[in-house]
């Protein structure tokens, strides 16, 4: 039997231990966020000029009124459907608007409608996933079989169904997109939950007590995050380019709004005269498209190192 | 061993309903834990040591779940608790250590964020005054630096000292019961030794008693007062850890012990019991045990045998001691 009180050896032991930790400490030191970043950065030079990029656009959008070199909304027949120009660099549409101005503003409207909608259908997402892989059974699958039927069922014809029946506008794209989007992060994250709440870590959480909400929210949600950051810069292209059907079928964004897929719509009729109306906008909402998606890939990369060895 | 009980577990059965049928994963298991005292449970894989440590702690699930039998904890039935008042009782009055410290914590949070947890869930302290506590448990169990190794994430530390994080976590509310289901399985043996011989003294210092899963009879040898030896959900054997060793009964744990590879004795082969553990949805009719058993009898295939009296605080499962004592 052992002997309690102190034993021989305890001192090199306790040696032992605090090398153990000073490496554990080294070792610790490299893993905050700001290394993650170094990381992006050094690694996938695309994704970090993308966040720059968006960056970019995002001021433009925020300071557009100072940024905008004239009112996007002033006309003036006299100068219509101008070339570019030292004056006007993108030209100026069938009312004599300024193009350039019309872009930067209309950076409001896609970028709210980026990150807006997909913010409420990630929100809606999570929720519904995180329930239905921890409560399994019944919830599981009402919510499930819900979400095969939104994912079955061709987004931008329900988007557009639901504009029809409630009218065009900012408030109803939102609904619209936030209604169509949710069913993709809810499969995500019900997967992640089903295998997450089988880790022993949430059944040393349940054995010190802890609530199924606070499981729920506080240990299973925030290890489904890393996935959730990259499927965020993912579905806000989509929610993007569906705002631009939309108002390209003309249900979305209404005149005199700037709205980029409107923006294009109203550019088709001069297309083989005064191309630019339509390509400016066209250009825009490419950029901040592909500019999300690299960043996308980039932070999974970061985010998940195991995913690009393969 | 005639000390106050803390938990009593008697008849506990625990059925998993597959589709295959019905599995006796805990079938009338009785352990009795005296206060401040070190009870072991021993077996292979597979014969209901965890299921009844789960079922204890109510953390047993679907298709999982207790069918019959009373669990007494501090002269308070716990058996059918709602979930509301079962979370009360686990982490504060009783509590587990599992197998695997490298992932029984969260790796999202650091480890003192989590063994705070269990302080705020139990008992009205501020923050700070909590995260004092946290720090003094961490210094308790062995950890240096505590204050540093706080803000620590699991990954940053070794698979010793996230143990000791986790004990620290089971040890915090000061539990009546805490269940430790393999402490040592995933570590190295010298850092087995450092773990058990920590628990040996919280046990002592706080009044804690432990129910120690194992399958290693070195480790009951060293640090448990009392041992259930069980097989198929059952208890074959139970005795004093001293009487145990020495008049060793039931042909099961005599098995388990020969399987120990010995300095004093010249072999070339370690002794193994032949077989696996028997399926528990087809279970022999008789003895769980008859088809493995050197030593059984016609009677033993046919019919089951009882928990017969042996000595003063020794039981054993074997009709070879009927009508003994």
Known sequence: ?310 | MRESIVLDIKDLKSHFFTAKGVAPAVDGVSIQVPAGKIIGVVGESGCGKSMTAMSVMGLLRYPGRVVGGTITLDGRDITHLSAKELSKVRGNEISMIFQEPMTSLNPVYPVGKQVREAILLHQKVSKAEAKERVVEIFRAVGIPEPEKRYYNYPHQLSGGLRQRVMIGMAMVCRPKVMIADEPTTALDVTIEAQILRLMKKLCEEQGTSIILITHNMGVVAEVCDYVYVMYAGKVMEQAETFELFDHTSHPYTRGLLNSIPRLDEKARRLHTIEGVVPNLLHLPEGCSFCTRCSEAKKRCFVERPDLYQVGEEHKVRCFQYEGEA
Not at chain 1, 76 to 87: E, F, K
């Open chain 1, 1 to 310: 039997m052992l002997d309690h009180s102190k034993e021989p050896g305890t001192e090199g032991l306790e040696n032992r231990q605090k090398e153990q930790a000073d490496v554990s400490a080294q070792l610790g030191e490299a893993d905050t966020w700001k290394d993650q970043l170094k990381t992006l950065v050094r690694q996938n030079k695309l994704a970090a000029f993308s966040a720059v990029i968006l960056i970019l656009f995002l001021l433009a959008a925020v300071f557009a009124p100072i940024v905008a070199p004239y009112d996007h909304l002033k006309q003036s027949l006299t100068d219509r459907l101008q070339d570019p120009s030292l004056a006007h660099w993108l030209g100026t549409d069938e009312l004599g608007r300024d193009v350039l101005s019309r872009v930067i503003f209309g950076a409001r409207v896609s970028l709210t409608i980026g990150l807006v909608p997909t913010l409420i259908s990630m929100a809606i997402g999570t929720v519904l996933g995180l329930c239905a892989g921890f409560y399994g059974g019944k919830t599981d699958f009402v919510i499930m079989r819900l979400a095969d039927v939104m994912l079955a069922f061709p987004s931008l014809l329900l988007a557009m169904v639901v504009m029809y029946t409630m009218g065009g506008g900012l408030i109803n794209i939102f609904i619209a997109l936030s209604l169509v989007n949710w069913a993709g992060t809810a499969r995500i994250v019900r997967s992640q939950t089903l295998s997450l709440k089988e880790k022993e870590f949430v059944e040393a959480a349940r054995s010190i007590g802890v609530r199924q909400w606070t499981i729920m929210f506080r240990h299973i949600l925030p290890n489904c995050l890393p996935s959730l950051i990259v499927l965020f810069t993912l579905n806000i292209p989509s929610a993007i380019l569906s705002e631009a059907s939309l108002s390209f079928l003309g249900i979305g964004a209404q005149p005199p709004s700037a709205s980029w897929g409107l923006m294009a719509v109203r550019g088709k009729k001069y297309l083989f005269s005064e191309p630019w109306l339509s390509i400016a906008p066209s250009v825009a909402i490419m950029i901040v498209v592909m500019a999300f998606n690299f960043l996308g890939d980039g932070l999974r990369d970061v985010l998940d190192p195991y995913l690009k060895e393969q």
